[in-house]
Every structure is written in structure tokens, then in C-alpha cells.
């Protein structure tokens, strides 16, 4: 049943010369990281756009005025520079850059009124983040090991030794016993002092509001690679001081936030405390600076909270809820022991929650017709700061997007959003299912350039929060506990039902495509039901029996389904798509990232080869050099373009 349009309100006028087109995606800037100066008159941050030449993304530095009346842009260059942060006097905006560096990304220092940067630190490991301390005239570091011990490489690599249970990371590779820990940097002296030792990882630094403290996650299990645990500490910020470990709860602890004035430390807790559980929500929680009174504050909502965020005066937490297709703005009030809600997201999606001043907030926002631009929310309505997304908005005609619901088999109801060319639909279309990955994630009314080309190029698209997807309660995203490949496919099967009965998607003409999870649930669909004329499987698997060890997720396997040579069972249930390719009919594209270790490409590997032996038309584009997900833009342009040609293939569309 379609069920109410959401019209956004912030969408330009659809003025398009021409539909949108895997082209374009080469001029969709990004917005990233915004920070507010210590008056609250500018909003720094980064923005990346698409350098063809190079085929990448270069990034550089703005700063927006709070009035809305000015926009400059800091940087420029052929060199990307990310993650500004004002120092707290306001002087200064500091930033990476890889610039005159042999070691990776090092922190640079500019005068806010302008002029050249200045190369601040020479740092050996990697740096992984960083944070000002209150008077400006420290930096908490968190730097992992540097390879070869900071010596330069050697002609030829030595031989990988691998003795860890969690051995392989996408991007990261094969894991050594490099970790990453927290330093102070005395920016004077340039002396970097070392807090944390040990064969674990810290993360998450946050300096207390008087400068003697800095709060911090790391899990000091006596085997991290075997659990998701992470707990807050604090620690001195000098060298030799001890920490001291303020949460013991055995899931995860995350994100600590001090109170400006001191009392208190809101943070993140997953509502699972076992060693790995994927399909939790993270709630907020609230204790006194020293640990005590730890309290959880969203219990009730039965809804994932992230992005939290202190108002100046100590008396609000504003945060993030992720809830049936959107993020919206929630507060809770210190005084009063409650939760109200700020800006209710109906037409749009938040991040980046920043305070500004008593009822005023800065965020990003996208919604379904507009990537990411800075707002202020003011009194619970939304004023926009910055029109970057304008220039090539004005001259891309857009889908329509409006929201559906969809009954499944067994009763289910799930949410799900439907692009099409036209808001007027009075023909049957041929229609592309596209899954959402995760599976712990939701489809949202924001900008999603794959489903607008899709759309653009003549399909009904559609995204569908099947079990498993977060933003409908826990029990909802609880549903596939050891069970993949069951609900979620009968909810997607249910959505197609619903849009061909409603006359929308043509039956004849049924395409499924997916990344990731939805890779996944691609394959598990197609071996449940051959109606699908084409399909797209993207790093996705198959054959679960042969991932265990070759993927990133051990701790999962072990955990949701036991070993395989005690369950074998299990895991030969969960590669029916594999053990069932006889029954597969479906002309299918397989795609994947050479280099990815989430999801490896022997997973796309083992399903074609089990399609081709078979003659059952099929392809595999392998990405060189590509993790898990595409960043070179060509290759991000070439997919959607595959898309486009392969469904037109089989569903009878011209091609662009």
C-alpha cells in the first residue's frame, strides 16, 4: 500500500535540463567535518570535490558565517586537507595534510584571518585523530605504531607474520601488533609525551574542561580480538600518570562527551553486553565525571541514538534518533529527566549535532533531492547556512521519491522508499529492487545518487528496511539473528507484490541489485525466486561455509553461529544461494573491490563460477585496488553506468 508523500521542503525547484547521470556524480561535492569557532560566528569545515584529471577526490577548507552571509573558501591546491578544528581561542583552525610529509597526514596550523599554513607536527605513526586541549597550547594525540618501527621501508617486504585471532581488516590489511594509543603533543616544545601503552587500541579522546583530564575508550580484555567490549577511562594528561577505568559494562562503551562544566560524561552503550552482537542499538547514557551514578537516559525509546552533543550550558544532551526512514533531533533536559523532540526529520536526515546556543543547533542535512549542506535548527526549525549541492542541482532533472509499505508473507510490515522519473506514474515500469547493506542500517529520505540514476534512466527503484534494519526497535533488528537470508527475503519479495499489484512495477520486468549485505541478499533472492529477469550482486557472498577465516568477521561467526566444524549445519543452511545455483535462472553481474577483506572477492568468484558453469548468462567486474567500498571516482561512475547497461540488457530499456 503507498502510503502519505513526503515533499521536501528544502528541495529546489525541479528546473532540470536533463536527467541525472553517472556523470554527474562527478560533480556532487562532499561536506565534511564541520567545526564552530569559540564565538559561534563561522562554521569551519572541508569539502571535497572531484578532480578528473586525477581521478580523485581533493578536498579543501571553508568557513561559513552563522548569519549565512558569507562563505570562503581557506585552501587550495592540489593537495587534500580534512578534519579543521578551531583551537579554543579562537586563533586558529588546524587541519591535516599529507603535504611535505613522508609519513602520512600531519597536523598544519593557519591564522583564522588568513594567509599560509604552517606544518605543525612530523609525526612517524599514523595519525588517527586529534583534539585541542582548552587553552590551546597542548594537542591529545591518538597515533598507531608506525610500520618498521619508523624506519624507512625495505626494498623487499619482509614476510607477513600473522598470531592474531582477528588478523585481517579492509583497508587495513593483515593486522600486526600495531595499535594505536593516546600521546599529548605540548605544541611550544613539540614535545609528544606517550599516556597509553599496551597491546590494545584507544580512541575517542576528549579533554575535561579544566585541561587535567582527557577521557578516553579502549578494551583491555585480555584478548581484544575476541570481543566488541570497550570501556571509558580517564588518565592524567602527563606522562607516567596511571588510568583509571570509569565503565565495566562487557558490550561497548563509546563516544564520551564532558559536560562544559565539568560534573559529567554523557556517552554511548550498545544494549547487548555479549562479546560481538551486531543487531544491537546504541542508548544514551550519563555518569558523574569520576563514574559514579551511571544512569541510562534513552531506555525507553527502543530506537538507535548516536551524534550526541552537549548544550553550552550543561543542561541539555541533543542527539540523534534513527527511526523508520529518517534521523531526528531529540533532547534530553537534565533538570527535568526527559526527552523532547527538537526537529522531528520528516523531510530530511541529520548529522554532525553541534551546540551553539541555547535552543540553537548546527548540523548536516540531506534530504531526498539535496546531498549534505550545513543548517542551523533554531528553536526546532531548520535555517540553511550553505548552497554548494546548488550549482549542480540546477541543471539535473531529479526521481521523485515518496515512501511505501509493504506486507510480507508472513505478515510482517515493512517501511520502504520508491524512486520513479516522474511523480506521475501511468504506465507499468520496469523495475530494479535495490538492498541496503549492513544488514544493521535503514534507508532514509537523504540523497542516494545509485537509486537517482536508476530512476533517472527509466526504473522504478525501490529501498526496502527489511528485518534486520535498524530504526523500527530492536526486536525488529534482532529478527535474522542466526537466520540470514529468511525474513529479509521474504520482506523484499513482499515489497515487489505490492508495487506490481499497485500497477507501479511491471512483472515482466523485475530487476534486483544490492552492495554488500545487499550483494548478500541479492543472492539469497534469486535462489528463492526466478522472476527476476537481471540482477547485480556487489561484494557480496554465497558460500558462507568457505568465508569463515577469509573475511574480516570471525568474532561474529564464533559467536551468532558457533564454529563450522561443530555447526556445519548452520552454515551449509545459510549458503543455500550457493548449494540451490541450479536453481537460478537469473542473469547476474557480479562486482567487487580486489583488495576488500570485508567482504572478499572470492564470494563474487564462487557464485559466478557456479552461474557460468552452468550457461547462465553472467560477468564479473573486479575494481583494482578497491576495498570494500569504491572511492576512485571513475570506478563509482563505471558501476552505476553497469547498472544501466546490464538491466537495460535483460529489461528491455535503451541504454544512455
Not at 527538537?342 to 523531510?347: E, M, P, S, T, V
Not at 533554531?378 to 540546477?394: A, I, P, Y
Request: glycine fraction near 8%; hydrophobic fraction near 35%; include cysteine.
Amino acid at each position: 500500500m503507498i502510503i502519505a508523500v513526503f515533499i521536501c521542503s528544502g528541495a529546489l525547484a525541479q528546473t532540470a535540463k536533463k536527467p541525472f547521470k553517472p556523470t554527474d556524480f562527478y560533480h556532487i561535492p562532499t561536506l565534511a567535518d564541520p567545526q564552530l569557532s569559540p564565538d559561534g560566528k563561522w562554521i569551519a569545515y572541508s569539502l571535497s570535490e572531484v578532480d578528473s584529471v586525477k581521478d580523485k577526490r581533493i578536498s579543501h577548507l571553508w568557513m561559513q558565517s552563522y548569519d549565512g552571509k558569507q562563505s570562503i573558501e581557506l585552501t587550495q591546491g592540489d593537495e587534500p586537507i580534512s578534519t579543521p578544528k578551531w583551537t579554543p581561542d579562537g586563533k586558529y583552525i588546524s587541519y591535516l595534510s599529507e603535504k611535505d610529509s613522508k609519513t602520512g597526514g600531519q597536523i598544519w596550523l593557519m591564522d583564522r584571518r588568513g594567509g599560509e599554513g604552517k606544518k605543525l607536527t612530523d609525526l612517524k605513526g599514523g595519525l588517527q585523530d586529534y583534539v585541542w586541549s582548552p587553552d590551546s597550547k597542548k594537542l591529545a594525540l591518538i597515533i598507531k605504531d608506525p610500520e618498521n618501527g619508523g624506519k624507512p621501508a625495505p626494498k623487499t617486504p619482509p614476510p607477513i607474520k600473522i598470531d592474531r585471532y582477528h588478523f585481517k581488516q579492509d583497508i587495513e590489511g593483515y593486522l600486526q601488533h600495531l595499535h594505536a594509543h593516546l600521546y599529548t603533543y605540548d605544541v611550544a616544545t613539540k614535545k609528544l609525551d606517550t599516556l597509553t601503552k599496551g597491546d590494545m587500541d584507544d580512541s575517542s579522546p576528549v579533554w575535561s574542561p579544566d585541561g587535567k583530564t582527557i577521557a578516553y575508550v579502549s578494551n583491555h580484555t585480555d584478548d581484544p580480538d575476541k570481543n566488541e567490549n570497550s570501556d571509558i577511562f580517564t588518565i592524567e594528561a602527563k606522562s607516567g600518570a596511571g588510568s583509571n577505568q570509569l565503565t565495566t559494562f562487557t558490550g561497548h562503551d563509546i563516544a564520551p562527551l564532558w559536560s562544559p562544566d565539568g560534573k559529567h560524561i554523557a556517552y554511548l552503550r550498545s544494549t547487548s553486553d555479549a562479546d560481538y552482537f551486531i543487531y544491537q542499538h546504541d542508548v544514551l547514557c550519563l555518569m558523574d565525571a569520576d563514574g559514579k551514578n551511571n544512569k541510562v537516559l534513552t531506555a525507553q525509546l527502543d530506537r538507535p541514538v548516536s551524534n550526541h552533543a552537549w548544550s553550552k550550558d550543561s543542561k541539555n544532551i541533543v542527539y540523534l534518533v534513527s527511526n523508520d526512514r529518517i534521523r531526528y533531533v531529540a533532547q534530553y533536559n537534565l533538570l527535568l529527566h526527559k526527552s523532547t523532540v527538537i526537529n522531528k526529520g520528516l523531510q530530511c536526515s541529520f548529522e554532525n549535532l553541534i551546540a551553539h546556543s541555547p535552543g540553537i543547533w548546527i548540523a548536516k542535512m540531506t534530504t531526498p533531492y539535496m546531498p549534505h549542506e550545513l543548517v542551523a535548527i533554531e528553536n526546532g526549525k531548520v535555517r540553511r547556512l550553505t548552497f554548494h549541492q546548488d550549482k549542480w542541482l540546477s541543471k539535473v532533472k531529479l526521481a521523485y521519491v515518496k515512501g511505501f509499505q509493504s506486507f510480507s508473507s508472513d505478515g510482517n510490515l515493512a517501511s520502504g522508499i520508491l524512486y520513479t522519473p516522474d511523480s506521475v506514474v501511468n504506465k507499468k515500469l520496469p523495475f530494479i529492487l535495490y538492498i541496503h547493506g549492513g544488514p544493521t542500517d535503514q534507508d532514509e529520505f537523504e540523497f542516494d545518487a545509485t537509486r537517482q540514476v536508476l530512476a533517472s534512466a527509466g526504473y522504478a527503484v525501490a529501498a526496502v528496511n527489511y528485518r534486520g534494519s535498524t530504526g523500527r526497535g530492536l526486536e525488529y533488528t534482532k529478527a535474522i539473528y542466526a537466520d540470514w537470508g529468511n525474513k529479509e527475503v521474504k520482506d523484499l519479495l513482499g515489497a515487489v507484490d505490492e508495487l506490481v499489484k499497485t500497477g507501479v512495477a511491471d512483472p515482466q520486468r523485475l530487476g534486483i541489485a544490492g552492495w554488500s549485505y545487499g550483494g548478500i541478499l541479492t543472492d539469497y533472492t534469486i535462489a528463492t525466486d526466478p522472476r527476476f529477469k537481471a540482477a547485480a550482486s556487489g561484494a557480496g557472498s554465497a558460500l558462507q561455509l568457505t568465508i569463515y577465516g577469509s573475511d574480516e568477521w570471525v568474532v561474529q561467526y564464533e559467536n551468532e553461529l558457533g564454529t563450522p566444524w561443530k555447526y556445519p549445519e548452520k552454515y551449509i543452511k545459510l549458503s543455500y544461494p550457493f548449494f540451490h545455483a541450479d536453481k537460478i535462472k537469473t542473469p547476474t553481474l557480479f562486482m567487487s573491490g580486489v583488495k576488500d577483506f570485508n567482504v572478499p572477492t572470492a564470494g563474487s568468484e564462487q557464485m559466478y563460477e557456479a552461474l557460468k558453469s552452468q550457461g547462465i548468462p553472467t560477468q564479473m567486474v573486479l575494481y583494482p585496488g578497491q576495498y570494500h567500498m569504491l572511492t576512485i571516482p571513475s570506478y563509482q561512475v563505471d558501476r552505476a553506468q553497469r547498472y544501466i547497461d546490464w538491466f537495460g540488457k535483460y529489461l528491455n530499456l535503451p541504454v544512455f
